[in-house]
């Protein structure tokens, strides 16, 4: 069964949800029933996994709430307001444009304010796609997709299971890692954006993961003079990006 309202669409039931997943539909989330064992849940833990869908597991009175009591049978999905991409299906086809790669991996973006912001100049100023983690990350719902002024819907946006894993192969596929780091060892102007690149942005509050931060080429910062602790990181974001381009237009 199918469920609209002004906020999103829902799916509701065990059959309707699998084929939805099966038939390679953008799911932003499902919402799963705790305490719920067997075959089913094996079945949707392995379908969740292969196409990097977030669960959620909930009391059964949560479900009952969104279903507006309607017979959910323990699952909910939560159909995205967009597609979502691989990023090993993204990136072969910005090589063969012979186009200079530009990605961006939200590490902790979480505010949705601020993750339709960024994709408006990652959008603008030329970034090719944003990778997103299937966890920890900002729901792309209709403030999301407002906030981006429609830049949502014209850049890819690839979620991973693993952003680790995800800059792996970016790196391996020969991208630079960049990252924003308040420790970074380099002004934002030293560095050389020219290159094929996979920026790291982390949040306000944590920054760029230690992982991501030992795995990066090079680690930036963008100078201050004033005494506020830190830019806003859809702020900052849009400074790297501005720096970005300007380098590449002067090439």
């Known amino acids: 069964m199918r469920k609209n309202n002004s906020k999103s669409t829902q799916i509701y039931g065990r059959h309707p949800v699998v084929d939805t997943i099966k038939n390679n539909i953008s799911v932003e989330k499902i919402y799963f029933q705790q305490g719920i064992r067997g075959d089913f849940e094996k079945e949707i833990r392995h379908l969740t996994k292969a196409y990097r869908i977030p669960v959620q597991i909930v009391p059964k009175e949560r479900l009952d709430m969104l279903a507006s009591g309607r017979n959910h049978q323990s699952i909910i999905a939560v159909l995205s307001f967009l597609k979502y991409y691989k990023i090993e299906d993204v990136l072969p086809g910005i090589y063969e444009r012979s186009e200079m790669p530009l990605i961006l991996l939200l590490d902790g973006i979480t505010d949705v304010r601020n993750m339709g912001a960024i994709a408006r100049s990652a959008e603008v100023l030329g970034a090719h796609a944003l990778v997103v ?13 407002k906030t981006s002024a429609g830049a949502l819907s014209n850049i890819p946006v690839c979620r991973e299971s693993s952003l680790i894993h995800a800059a792996k192969y970016l790196q391996e596929s020969g991208l630079s890692l960049m990252s924003s780091d308040l420790q970074g060892d380099k002004m934002i102007s ?17 920054g760029v ?15 201050q003079s004033g005494q506020t602790d830190s830019l806003n990181v859809s702020v900052a974001t849009g400074i790297i990006l501005y720096e970005i381009s300007r ?5």
Not at 190 to 206: N, R
Not at 247 to 251: P, T
């Open 133 to 145: 983690p299937s966890k920890n990350s900002a729901q792309i719902n209709d403030i999301a997709m």
């Open 190 to 206: 030293e560095v050389d954006f020219t290159q094929p690149t996979a920026l790291v942005i982390g949040s306000e509050e944590k």
């Open 209 to 223: 993961n230690r992982e991501l931060l030992k795995m990066s080429n090079q680690r930036f910062i963008i100078p």
């Open 247 to 251: 380098q590449r237009r002067s090439v």
